[in-house]
Nanobody, 127 residues
Framework: QVHLVESGGGLVQAGGSLRLSCAAS????????MGWFRQAPGKEREFVGA????????DYADSVKGRFTISRDSAKSVIYLQMNSLKPEDTAVYYC????????????????????WGQGTQVTVSS
């Protein structure tokens, strides 16, 4: 079992920045990747980005490339999502997720590849 706790959400004006954190605890010895997803009201949960923990390789959704950056602190089992140039359409609940096993050569971009999820943190971008 892996327990994930997100923090750092809040209200920000368009063009602003926020940094989300996700701390993992529990059975983190079996970890392939950690990722971020988001879900806006009335929409399906969608992939935002992920980091493959051994290599540090990151993958991003096209909608956030160049604006969002994922980093990791392996010693603390924490990942971060730095969000810059935020837009109103980035408003959503952001979820951290953990993939214990290899996903694919293209990384872990699908919900079904993740086994453990955090409780989510609200990000609201005002226009």
């Amino acid at each position: 079992q892996v327990h994930l706790v997100e923090s750092g959400g809040g209200l920000v004006q368009a063009g602003g920045s926020l940094r989300l954190s996700c701390a993992a605890s529990g059975r983190t010895s079996s970890s392939y990747a950690m990722g971020w997803f988001r879900q806006a009201p009335g929409k399906e949960r969608e992939f935002v980005g992920a980091v493959r923990l051994s290599s540090g390789t990151t993958d991003y959704a096209d909608s956030v490339k160049g604006r969002f950056t994922i980093s990791r602190d392996s010693a603390k089992s924490v990942i971060y999502l730095q969000m810059n140039s935020l837009k109103p359409e980035d408003t959503a609940v952001y979820y951290c997720a953990h993939a214990p096993y290899f996903c694919s050569s293209y990384g872990c971009t699908e919900l079904s590849q993740y086994r453990f999820w955090g409780q989510g943190t609200q990000v609201t971008v005002s226009s």
